[in-house]
């Protein structure tokens, strides 16, 4: 139904930084909410950023200020751009995709929660060692 492959992901020294890549087939993009989940061993996954159909976004606060997440439709592409990475940010990178609706709520609300979306990659691993 809808089809996520991530790329980007690489062993990088902290400080420096990586940008994410998404390329989603399927549906019709521009109408899929998405977002950016991450995992560490031994940790549960959890929200890094996301972004609505509307293009409003939201961030985990630990990542505010280093990490862009955007959206090319043109290219059915989702990126995050991750500046200043730090050791705690190593894990595996995950992009999730969701249906929208076409109701105002559906277009405009950024999902926070894994529960919240349907479809996801196969995870790319990012590692910035200290």
């Known amino acids: 139904q809808v089809q996520l492959v991530e790329t980007g992901g690489g062993l990088v020294q902290a400080g420096d930084s990586l940008r994410l890549s998404c390329a989603a087939s399927?549906?019709?993009?521009?109408?899929?909410?998405m977002g950016w989940f991450r995992q560490a061993p031994g940790k549960e996954r959890e929200f890094v950023a996301g972004i609505s159909w509307s293009s409003s976004t939201s961030y985990k606060d630990s990542v505010k200020g280093r990490f862009t997440i955007s959206r090319d439709n043109a290219k059915s592409t989702l990126y995050l751009q991750m500046n200043v990475l730090k050791p705690e940010d190593t894990a595996v990178y995950f992009c999730?995709?969701?249906?929208?609706?076409?109701?105002?709520?559906?277009?405009?609300?950024?999902?926070?929660?894994?529960?919240?979306?349907?479809?996801w990659g196969q995870g790319t691993q990012v590692t910035a060692s200290s």
């Open positions: 999730a995709a969701r249906v929208g609706g076409l109701g105002l709520m559906s277009r405009t609300r950024v999902y926070s929660n894994e529960a919240d979306y349907e479809f």
């Open positions: 399927g549906r019709t993009f521009s109408q899929l909410g």
